[in-house]
């Protein structure tokens, strides 16, 4: 990020305020949309989000890179919007709803019928998720971010970023196996 | 057998998707992978996992399908807010930046008025009125330091500056008895040092011999900080008041005795308390000091021919 333009920022300068936006602005409604799953809450997320990072860009030192930073800002704003809005059981609720009625039509014809199937049950087995186990996943598989990113931007250690990935994907696999979707046969009787 | 655990491999195997293992365990890894057909489908499962949780992640929110935000009322509300004290902390302090200036600006004025001004405004524009006039008139008693006006030091720099209107002799006393020190050239500027009590002569150092001499006012302009003022304006602070030497003996030409001596009568051998016994100079005082018949310095040139000027004090030499 260059720091002329977040200087200009900090100064109420509009061109680049815009500029900031426009690079930033999927990438924070992508975030907010994988932890609210809801576009109309995802959109005002990611402005708040914005907001609140234009109102600590002086307190922004550059340790961190600027998306990283950003990032964990617009988490805190939708675990704040999660709290305040009383929406996790409705999340739950919504996530763990099997029909996904506006996913369906859009499946690719050409997919087996095992790998819809799959695909369903470990939207369902993430929906499951904890909060913290399936923010985890998301920053992971869904933003590409590396182990070191999430640990930034979820103020945690990559140790513990490690732990939560590991404990997700056994919590994942499980399920899948246990509804006859997994990915291979375990072989019994190994050591 | 690789000397690697099968529990030890698989956390391998998870670092690895992680993207956190070391060359050496990588090595080692590879290695048991190799020989361990139940690790390699551990392996092959994480991988299909992974692959799994993109798709159906992508496809829960496809990038290319996400219903577009509202960015210009995004970079206008972003705008809004930074205007109304969003932003840096110091961005909703802005108007201070006007708010000092102006603090300054009305405590410089405040100051203005309440400090009393180093000189009366009165006496600088007399000043600025008379110099032609008093050019002309005789010395007088109203030029006394009796009526001084108030002065506070302030923290401008006042500087009593003096421009001789034409040549002036700068002598070794305050009348024409002294001998003549030094001349202060015409439109030259020069710093006195001191006056007499009756403000009609001031002390200089000579411009060329560098000692202590007296010129007669008259045609001097003073000024302060380029201010023409009158000197008996000058506050004592800017030009403090000095003994006049005492009046040398005069010396009687033989040829010449009577004469002499009646014309270089000693003015004020000391300095008198008040300025009523300031003598006026003979060529000034309306009389007809030498007995010649003619009275006074007169410009138009019948007055006493010895009269240089209004402020030479003796009709009988030139």
Redesign the interface.
């Known amino acids: 990020m260059d720091s002329e333009l977040l200087a200009k920022?900090?100064?109420?300068d509009?061109e680049a305020?815009?500029t900031l936006?426009?690079e930033h602005?999927?990438g924070v409604?992508?975030l907010c949309?994988?932890i609210l799953?809801d576009?109309a809450d995802a959109?005002d997320a990611?402005?708040e989000s914005?907001?609140a990072a234009?109102?600590a860009?002086?307190g922004f030192r550059g340790d961190a890179a600027f998306n990283t930073w950003l990032f964990s800002i617009a988490i805190n704003t939708c675990r704040a919007l999660l709290r305040q809005r009383q929406r996790r059981a409705r999340l739950h609720e919504q996530l763990v709803d099997p029909s996904m009625p506006d996913?369906e039509s859009?499946?690719s014809p050409e997919r087996s019928l095992i790998e819809h199937e799959?695909?369903q049950a470990?939207?369902g087995a993430?929906s499951r998720l904890d909060e913290k186990h399936r923010l985890t996943?998301?920053l992971?598989?869904?933003h590409d971010l590396?182990?070191q990113q999430i640990a930034e931007v979820l103020g945690i250690n990559?140790g513990t970023?490690?732990s939560r990935?590991?404990a997700a994907?056994s919590q994942?696999?499980g399920e899948?196996k246990r509804a006859n979707l997994?990915?291979?046969q375990?072989?019994e009787g190994?050591? | 057998m690789s000397a690697v655990s099968h529990h030890q491999a698989r956390q391998w195997v998870e670092q690895a998707a992680d993207g956190n293992l070391k060359p050496e365990q990588q090595r080692l890894l590879q290695q048991h992978l190799a020989e361990c057909a139940a690790c390699q489908a551990f392996a092959a499962e994480l991988a299909a996992l992974e692959a799994s949780l993109r798709s159906t992640l992508n496809e829960r929110w496809p990038a290319s399908g996400l219903p577009t935000p509202k960015k210009k009322e995004l970079i206008k509300e972003m705008q809004t807010q930074f205007s109304h004290g969003g932003g840096a902390p110091w961005t909703g302090l802005r108007w201070l930046l006007w708010l000092i200036p102006l603090l300054v600006i009305l405590a410089w004025i405040f100051f203005q008025q309440t400090t009393p001004k180093p000189l009366d405004a009165a006496a600088i524009d007399t000043a600025t009125a008379s110099p032609s006039a008093t050019a002309t008139s005789s010395p007088t008693a109203t030029k006394t330091p009796t009526a001084l006006p108030s002065f506070t030091p302030t923290q401008t720099v006042l500087s009593l500056i003096a421009i001789p209107v034409q040549n002036v002799n700068c002598r070794a006393g305050n009348s024409n008895a002294f001998d003549i020190e030094d001349t202060l050239l015409e439109a030259e500027e020069y710093k006195p040092n001191a006056r007499g009590f009756d403000n009609l002569w001031a002390r200089f150092v000579g411009p060329v011999n560098q000692v202590p001499c007296w010129a007669y006012v008259e045609n001097l302009l003073f000024t302060i900080n380029e201010e023409p003022v009158e000197l008996v304006n000058v506050p004592e602070s800017l030009l403090p008041f000095a003994a006049y030497p005492a009046t040398p003996t005069p010396t009687v030409d033989e040829g010449e005795g009577s004469e002499a001596s009646a014309t270089i009568a000693p003015l004020s051998p000391t300095p008198s308390p008040t300025p009523s016994a300031t003598r006026v100079p003979q060529c000034s005082d309306g009389r007809d000091n030498d007995g010649d018949g003619k009275t006074d310095f007169d410009p138009t040139g019948r007055g006493d021919p010895e009269c240089r000027n209004a402020n030479d004090d003796n009709e009988a030499i030139p």
């Open positions: 920022c900090r100064r109420g509009a305020i815009e936006v426009n602005q999927a409604y992508r949309l994988s799953d576009p959109q990611t402005q914005f907001a234009l109102k860009l002086a996913k859009k499946q799959r695909s470990l939207w993430i996943i998301v992971r598989y869904y590396s182990t990559v970023v490690h990935l590991s994907r994942l696999t899948l997994g990915f291979s375990e072989q190994q050591p």
